[in-house]
């Protein structure tokens, strides 16, 4: 790896409604730096880019680097930096742009990426990150403020499960109904999480599918 080369890689996991944000920041002949921190009642897409936000300011931050690799599994997180349109992440996105076009300006070579690794392709770097993530067990401290998108989400839960409830007690209802199953041959649920709609999962045509 090149000495003017800073790797980030970060992850996320929920526990007990507290969300771990890890990240780790590589770069050549510089000791492992590690971030841990702990946010109640966020969505998961928040916490990630929290903790983006927080390693590309102190990559940004060290004159000789001149090239940030960001790795992360939750890519859709990191795709809300460049999104132009209103959302519920701006407070993040608007200070990681900020910081951006500062590096940016520093020297015309100046770049970043961004590398998608899902967790399930146990590469080194992520695994360590997708290990300390997991490892944390908070103990919730009450009373405490929810996000607006914390809150969709409750409200998404519920009505899947209102949902659910009236499906399984109709007297309507079809029957030879084919179950989705995933690369895993797991059966896809119904889900709130990576910020769009759960038949994406199903990695065809969503038309098609419905």
Not at 117 to 123: A, E, F, G, I, Q
Not at 158 to 167: S, Y
């Given at each position: 790896?090149?000495?003017?080369?800073?790797?980030?890689?970060?992850?996320?996991?929920?526990?007990?409604?507290?969300?771990?944000?890890?990240?780790?920041?590589?770069?050549?002949?510089?000791?492992?730096?590690?971030?841990?921190?702990?946010?109640?009642?966020?969505?998961?897409?928040?916490?990630?880019?929290?903790?983006?936000?927080?390693?590309?300011?102190?990559?940004?931050?060290?004159?000789s680097i001149s090239k940030i690799i960001v790795i992360t599994d939750s890519i859709?997180?990191?795709?809300?930096?460049?999104?132009?349109?209103?959302?519920?992440?701006?407070?993040?996105?608007?200070?990681?742009?900020?910081?951006?076009?500062?590096?940016?300006?520093?020297?015309?070579?100046?770049?970043?990426?961004?590398?998608?690794?899902?967790?399930?392709?146990?590469?080194?770097?992520?695994?360590?990150?997708?290990?300390?993530?997991?490892?944390?067990k908070p103990i919730p401290i009450l009373p405490n403020k929810s996000s607006w998108?914390?809150?969709?989400?409750?409200?998404?839960?519920?009505?899947?499960?209102?949902?659910?409830?009236?499906?399984?007690?109709?007297?309507?209802?079809?029957?030879?109904?084919?179950?989705l199953a995933d690369e895993n041959f797991e059966f896809i649920e119904p889900s709130?999480?990576?910020?769009?709609?759960?038949?994406?999962?199903?990695?065809?045509?969503?038309?098609?599918?419905?």
């Amino acid at each position: 790896m090149s000495s003017h080369t800073a790797i980030v890689v970060s992850d996320t996991s929920i526990k007990n409604d507290i969300t771990t944000s890890i990240s780790h920041i590589h770069i050549h002949d510089q000791p492992l730096v590690k971030m841990v921190h702990h946010a109640a009642f966020v969505t998961s897409t928040e916490a990630e880019l929290f903790a983006i936000r927080y390693r590309i300011n102190q990559a940004c931050n060290k004159e000789s680097i001149s090239k940030i690799i960001v790795i992360t599994d939750s890519i859709h997180a990191a795709k809300k930096i460049f999104d132009n349109k209103s959302h519920l992440y701006q407070i993040h996105t608007s200070a990681i742009l900020t910081k951006l076009k500062q590096f940016f300006m520093r020297g015309q070579d100046n770049h970043i990426k961004f590398w998608e690794c899902p967790s399930r392709l146990k590469w080194n770097l992520h695994k360590c990150v997708d290990k300390d993530s997991k490892a944390f067990k908070p103990i919730p401290i009450l009373p405490n403020k929810s996000s607006w998108d914390y809150c969709m989400k409750i409200d998404s839960n519920e009505i899947i499960k209102q949902w659910r409830m009236t499906f399984q007690a109709s007297d309507g209802k079809g029957r030879h109904f084919l179950d989705l199953a995933d690369e895993n041959f797991e059966f896809i649920e119904p889900s709130y999480t990576k910020g769009g709609p759960w038949l994406q999962s199903f990695g065809h045509s969503n038309s098609l599918c419905a």
